[in-house]
């Protein structure tokens, strides 16, 4: 087909709105302003910064409970019946923070309710409605569509301090829950849905729903082998790297660079996400994925020796790189290889299971990092841990079988457009 057909394919309305609606969803909107309000809560409440902080330890936990149940409820009811009244939720949640909060309980609360109840929010219903428009072209779209994240942490901070130093914090929270009504809910509801034709010739819920017991498709996701070298892996991967995150600049200050450097291999690292995630989906398109997974987990493997051994500037640079191409990279290979191994019927469930395995991993890095510093006065033992998790990681990925037979590689674009 021509290239113009590709770009008529209506499969991209989908990944063009699913961008925007991931740049507003819970972890942009609740997890990635928080750091905006600490000072104004500070100043208000009087509270300090790990009170504030551990706010996001029941936004995490809550999200990594409900997110399995989100996915079987997707399964078994499709996208929209799921993401359109999470949206309202999350725009909800966002309003009561400044309307109903007055002690330190209310805050814990409100996050762990955002998390539960606002999950079906997040990346799932999205990437599961991208995953049933394309096969061919699926890695792209779906790393162009999460790229959505990477402008959603991008253009909150300047947004949320403009209302905060003109109006007040309680404005910041109204103006994040005023674009989750006004941008995500209306994109999501004319432009997010699955494919018809994937919902008649591979038996995807969508308008008709699906009697299957979640139970069922459980054990039949839990029983393969697939599964728990997924689960291994990005577990593994999400301890190490998201651990690393709030950890990196104060690492680099600690080694005599100046505040102004750290932050630009911060930034380096934030450059990297985004195009990793174009990058690496690509490829997906094109080569055997367990294979891309592979590399790009050793390859962060390496950026984690530097930062470990490594010595001068442009180590740390390449140790940033080398770093984001799999922080860019692992929510995309989490969806893709969903749908690879489960199938679309199963994707919610296995990509929900997955993913509060993710989340666990990612909470737990950031507390093991700086308990290792603690007891030891250098993050150097933890990051040699790193290494040995990102290996490991990268040979399960690259021993992952072959995709299952009945998962065929050319169902869905290609009903549409050849």
């Known amino acids: 087909m021509h290239s113009e057909d590709h770009i008529r394919h209506p499969g991209w309305r989908v990944v063009a709105a699913s961008a925007i609606g991931l740049s507003t969803g819970p972890g942009q909107f609740v997890f990635g302003s928080l750091g905006l309000f600490i000072l104004p809560f500070a100043a208000e409440f009087g509270w300090d910064r790990a009170e504030i902080g551990f706010a996001l330890t029941w936004f995490t936990l809550a999200l990594a409970a409900a997110t399995p149940v989100i996915g079987i409820a997707i399964d078994a009811q499709g996208v929209r019946r799921v993401l359109l009244p999470s949206i309202g939720i999350v725009a909800s949640g966002l309003a009561a923070l400044p309307l109903a909060m007055h002690e ?15 999950a079906g929010a997040n990346s799932l219903p999205y990437l599961r409605a991208i995953a ?6 699926r890695g792209l779209a779906i790393g162009l569509a999460m790229c959505g994240g990477g402008l959603g942490y991008a253009y909150v901070p300047p947004f949320v301090q403009y209302l905060i130093d003109g109006y007040g914090w309680r404005a910041g929270y ?17 432009f997010v849905h699955e494919n018809p034709a994937a919902i008649v010739d591979q038996g995807v819920p969508g308008a008709t729903g699906d ?23 990005f577990s593994a ?9 709030p950890h990196l600049v104060p690492m680099l200050v600690d080694r005599g660079y100046e505040p102004a450097e750290a932050a630009l291999a911060f930034s380096t690292l934030g450059v990297t996400i985004v195009v990793a995630r ?28 530097l930062l470990a ?40 469930t296995a990509y929900g299971i997955l993913f509060a395995a993710f989340m666990v991993g990612a909470s737990l890095g950031p507390l093991s990092y700086g308990l290792a510093y603690e007891r030891s006065g250098s993050y150097l033992g933890i990051l ?35």
């Not at 017991?213 to 082998?225: A, E, H, L, Y």
């Not at 990058?279 to 984690?304: E, I, K, M, N």
């Not at 290494?387 to 590689?409: E, K, S, T």
């Open 211 to 233: 009697s299957r017991q979640g139970s069922t498709v459980i054990r039949g996701i839990v029983s393969t082998r697939s599964f728990w070298n997924l689960l291994l892996v």
């Open 278 to 305: 174009v990058v690496v989906g690509y490829f997906l398109d094109r080569l055997f994925a367990p294979r891309v997974a592979a590399l790009c987990f050793l390859l962060s493997a390496a950026g984690f020796a």
């Open 132 to 137: 049933t428009w394309f096969d061919r072209r």
């Open 237 to 245: 991967s999400a301890f190490s790297l998201y651990g690393l995150l």
């Open 104 to 118: 330190l309980w209310h805050i814990y609360l409100i996050f762990a309710l955002l998390g539960a109840l606002g």
């Open 384 to 418: 040699n841990g790193a290494v040995g998790l990102l290996v490991i990681a990268g040979l399960l990925a690259w021993f992952l079988p072959r995709y299952p037979a009945q998962f065929p590689a050319k169902p869905i674009d290609e009903l549409q457009d050849g």
């Open 309 to 348: 051994f490594g010595d001068g500037a442009p180590s740390m640079f390449a140790a940033a790189c080398l770093l984001g191409l799999s922080i860019g990279a692992e929510i995309d290979l989490l969806a893709f290889l969903s749908s690879r191994y489960f199938g679309l019927r199963r994707f919610g």
């Open 174 to 190: 109204l103006g994040l829950a005023a674009l989750t009504l006004v941008v995500a809910l209306p994109l999501a509801f004319a």
